[in-house]
T-cell receptor, first 108, second 117 residues
Framework: DAKTTQPPSMDCAEGRAANLPCNHSTISGNEYVYWYRQIHSQGPQYIIHGLKNNETNEMASLIITEDRKSSTLILPHATLRDTAVYYCIVPGGYALNFGKGTSLLVTP | GAGVSQTPSNKVTEKGKYVELRCDPISGHTALYWYRQSLGQGPEFLIYFQGTGAADDSGLPNDRFFAVRPEGSVSTLKIQRTERGDSAVYLC???????????????FGPGTRLTVL
């Protein structure tokens, strides 16, 4: 698996955009970037994934740099329910290596 | 549609007992995964099934742990002679095809919280 680096914690005001960065400088050409989040006491929730192009769905947007060595997950209008641990994962195979993730706190 | 379901949601057992944890994947998903999450840690991979066969069981901590998926759908994780250190949340996930270069996302169940007294 390509190693990923995320800040341990971030804060965001409710209603503002939350931008969560991830470095994955050792990613190889055919490896996807996945984002999951885990709200306390729940199973991990799939958010979005991408290979080269930027992606958007109903939950978030994923911006991948042209060299693919980093990415940013964007929650456009954060709500209190977005408070969770966010994991950026680059699986070399089928197993997801969650690491420690970024603990996002959305404040009123 | 129905997501991944796991039963029981909570299981309390005594040291030395045998437990079974069940996972019902999303219908049509060929790949199934088990993970374990200890308090304060991210989930850790245990075993992966493609169809009925265990394609990779390298994450199982020791031979007290075993998992089956006899008909390629429901899976059971079995733990013999439980120890207090086995206490954790056991998570199951499934995907349409194996994750990796195929770009198939894994969908997780709510987990089973196992407590060994």
């Amino acid at each position: 698996d390509a190693k990923t680096t995320q800040p341990p914690s971030m804060d965001c005001a409710e209603g503002r955009a939350a931008n969560l960065p991830c470095n994955h400088s050792t990613i190889s050409g055919n490896e996807y970037v996945y984002w999951y989040r885990q709200i306390h006491s729940q199973g991990p929730q799939y958010i979005i994934h991408g290979l080269k192009n930027n992606e958007t769905n109903e939950m978030a947007s994923l911006i991948i740099t042209e060299d693919r060595k980093s990415s940013t997950l964007i929650l456009p209008h954060a709500t209190l329910r977005d408070t969770a641990v966010y994991y950026c994962i680059v699986p070399g195979g089928y197993a997801l290596n969650f690491g420690k993730g970024t603990s996002l706190l959305v404040t009123p | 549609g129905a997501g991944v379901s796991q039963t029981p949601s909570n299981k309390v057992t005594e040291k030395g007992k045998y437990v079974e944890l069940r996972c019902d994947p999303i219908s049509g998903h060929t790949a199934l995964y088990w993970y374990r999450q200890s308090l304060g840690q991210g989930p850790e991979f245990l075993i992966y099934f493609q169809g009925t066969g265990a394609a990779d069981d390298s994450g199982l901590p020791n031979d007290r742990f075993f998992a089956v998926r006899p008909e390629g759908s429901v899976s059971t994780l079995k733990i013999q002679r439980t120890e207090r250190g086995d206490s954790a949340v056991y998570l199951c996930a499934s995907s349409f095809q194996p994750t990796g270069s195929s770009g198939n996302e894994q969908f997780f169940g709510p987990g089973t919280r196992l407590t060994v007294l």
